[in-house]
Every structure is written in C-alpha cells, then in structure tokens.
C-alpha cells in the first residue's frame, strides 16, 4: 500500500536546529516534497526534490526511501504542521501525503 | 489567475442537505487535487483529475462524495445526504505537470455540518 509515514509531534526550542523524518512505502517514488501548513492559509512548498537540497533555512536530506526536513534556527512562528509528499512516479502520476507533523517550540 | 481559488470559504449547513464547492484551478493546470483535512487530523486524499483521464476516485469516503470537472478548468465537490462526520476542511490543488509536480493550493472551504 501507498503510504507515507512522519512522526504526529516534534517539539524543539528557539533557535536549535528541529528534524522531522519522513519514509515511505510509495511504490516507484523517488522525489520528496515537503510542505509548511497554517491553519486556515494554503499549504506552501518549502522545497523538494530528489536529492538533498536547501531553501533558505529549510534543509532536505535524501535517501531513496526516506527523507528529513532540518529547520534551521527555528522560531516560535515556525510552530505549524509540516508535510512529506512522495510522487508516485507509475503513469497516472500522484503525490501521496503524510499525515503531517505537529511543530510545537518553546522559547 | 494569481493562484487556486475556493469557494465559499465557509460553509455551515443542516444535516441531510446536499452541498457543493467550487475550485478555480490555476489556470492551464491539467492536474487538480480534492483533500479534506479533519480538526487535527492531516491531509486526506480523496481525487484526483489529470487531463481528460479517468479520475482516481480511490480516496473518496462514500458514494455520498462525488466531483466532476470539465476539461482543465473548474471542479465542483459535491456531498449529498450531508452528515456530521463530514464536517472539514476542504483543500483543492492544482498541478501544472511537467517535471514540476508542485502543488499549488487554495485556501481551502470549510464545512460545518449542524
């Protein structure tokens, strides 16, 4: 079966460096996309790829079945819930999502 | 336009009615995307247009979910028999293909089933 796994809940502090992982079991899937949720606001890409890549202070590491967001000196305005996205690359092409991941910082 | 857009963006409706909401994808996506998102609960697929393909309907929850869109342009989610379970909400996204495969997405409706 298709799915994506991530942790429900990461917690970190201000200013420290937080990890969400991410694996899955997509079949022929080899790009990660990871996304940044506000309730009540689109959800917004904050990078992707297959290969480990950074966007601003946003890390992505790569392996073939997983993959980790590594935010850089996080904020208390970074608490949101974050997306892993597989694309599942088997003709009729389709992203698979996680169930997100709950970030909660403390000051 | 600018971006995916939704409507309405709130919806409060009686158990039993039918409801129906629209999504304006970005215009030239051939890929659409309909989720719902429960209170504290994450994304959760339920179709997916591309082109003038057969839909993939695998994440619809009952026969009472049905969408349609015509060509590359509007959506319509429409849930019959509304009950208070259905309560959400409810994300639409839309692709441009391509080696891309970013989703854009719209702010979302959301349903309230009293």
């Known amino acids: 079966k298709d799915q994506v796994f991530q942790p429900s809940t990461v917690a970190s502090s201000e200013g420290a460096v937080v990890e969400i992982f991410c694996n899955h079991s997509v079949s022929n899937a080899y790009n990660f996309f990871w996304y940044l949720h506000f309730p009540g606001c689109a959800p917004r890409l904050l990078v992707k790829?297959?290969?480990?890549?950074q966007q601003g202070r946003y890390n992505m590491t790569y392996e073939r079945f997983s993959s980790s967001l590594l935010i850089l000196q996080v904020r208390e305005a970074d608490a949101a819930v974050y997306y892993c996205a597989c694309l599942r690359d088997t003709g009729f092409q389709k992203l698979v999502f996680g169930t997100g991941t709950r970030l909660l910082v403390s000051p | 336009g600018a971006g995916v857009s939704q409507s309405p963006s709130n919806k409060v409706t009686e158990k039993g009615k039918d409801v129906e909401l629209r999504c304006d994808p970005i215009s030239g996506h051939t890929a659409l995307y309909w989720y719902r998102q429960r209170l504290g609960q994450g994304l959760e697929f339920l179709i997916y247009f591309q082109g003038n393909s057969a839909p993939d309907k695998s994440g619809l929850p009952s026969d009472r979910f049905s969408a349609e869109r015509t060509g590359e342009s509007v959506s319509t989610l429409t849930i019959q028999r509304t009950q208070q379970e259905d309560s959400a909400v409810y994300l639409c996204?839309?692709?441009?293909?391509?080696?891309?495969?970013?989703?854009?997405f719209g702010p979302g409706t959301r349903l309230t089933v009293t």
């Open positions: 790829g297959s290969k480990p890549s």
């Open positions: 996204a839309s692709t441009g293909g391509g080696n891309s495969y970013e989703q854009y």
